[in-house]
């Protein structure tokens, strides 16, 4: 199981350095802001990439659910993040975690659902890779949980 929990967590902590990279301007895998945003984003106009702020907070909170199911299975330990220790407060977070991976992952793919449009590259990108993804990382973290 330990192998699940750390594959979760490198998979999200890059994605987390990623949202960083794009908090503090940078485009890649794009060559413009509005390439950029109708790749991660799915929206032709200019300007439509989320603040830096709100990114900045979008890469802790992917951060954090990459830690979790470290806490979860004791190998971070208790005591990395003080109040955390509490066994129900992490458990409440991976049942949290399963409903948000699971659900993000499956939206994708129900009729009218709107992340299964957006501009191009995003729609196929979000359909081939991004909801695949983070659909099997909520199964990961299922498996944790019932393992």
């Given amino acids: 199981m ?34 950029l945003a109708r790749m991660v984003v799915g929206v032709e106009r200019e300007g439509a990439m989320p603040g830096r702020a709100l990114t900045l907070v979008v890469a802790v909170l992917i951060a954090l659910a990459g830690l979790w199911p470290l806490l979860y299975l004791g190998v971070a330990g208790p005591d990395l993040i003080s109040g955390l220790g509490e066994s129900r407060l992490i458990g409440f977070g991976m049942w949290l975690l399963v409903l948000v991976f699971g659900l993000r992952g499956a939206v994708t793919y129900l009729p009218g659902a709107w992340l299964g449009g957006g501009a191009e590259p995003f729609r196929t990108l979000n359909r081939r890779y991004y909801s695949p993804l983070i659909g099997l990382i909520g199964v990961g973290y299922l498996i944790l949980l019932l393992g």
């Fill in 2 to 35: 330990i192998w699940i929990a750390v594959s979760i967590a490198l998979i999200l902590w890059t994605v987390a350095l990623l949202h960083l990279f794009w908090a503090l301007g940078g485009l890649w895998p794009a060559q413009s802001a509005q390439e």
